[in-house]
Nanobody, 123 residues
């Protein structure tokens, strides 16, 4: 099994930046494609970005392209989400995920999930 622990969430103002981290432990050879989703009350979990562990190939949702960047440090078994030019609509609980075999925005394709970290952006 793979355990994922997010950190770095907090409260910021519109236009500010924030960086999230996701530390993976356990059977990390099975992480394959990792990613970030976000969710607000009453809404479906929304894809943000994904990264292939072995190659570093990335995909970003249209809503965050040019503002958010996903990356990883293989030696530290850690995935990051650098968020710039934050907007109030970015407010959500952000979840780290792992285990998809291919890049996909379907949350059902990912096997492992972190507990989530709250990001709040004020206007």
């Amino acid at each position: 099994q793979v355990q994922l622990v997010e950190s770095g969430g907090g409260m910021v103002r519109a236009g500010d930046s924030l960086s999230l981290s996701c530390a993976a432990s356990g059977r990390t050879f099975s992480t394959n494609v990792m990613g970030w989703f976000r969710q607000t009350p009453g809404k479906e979990r929304e894809f943000v970005a994904s990264i292939a562990w072995s190659t570093g190939t990335t995909y970003h949702a249209d809503s965050v392209k040019g503002r958010f960047t996903i990356s990883r440090d293989k030696a530290k078994n850690t995935v990051y989400l650098q968020m710039n030019s934050l907007k109030p609509e970015d407010t959500a609980v952000y979840y780290c995920t792992a285990g998809a075999l291919r890049h996909t925005s379907n949350p059902e394709s990912y096997r492992y999930w972190g507990q989530g970290t709250q990001v709040t952006v004020s206007s």
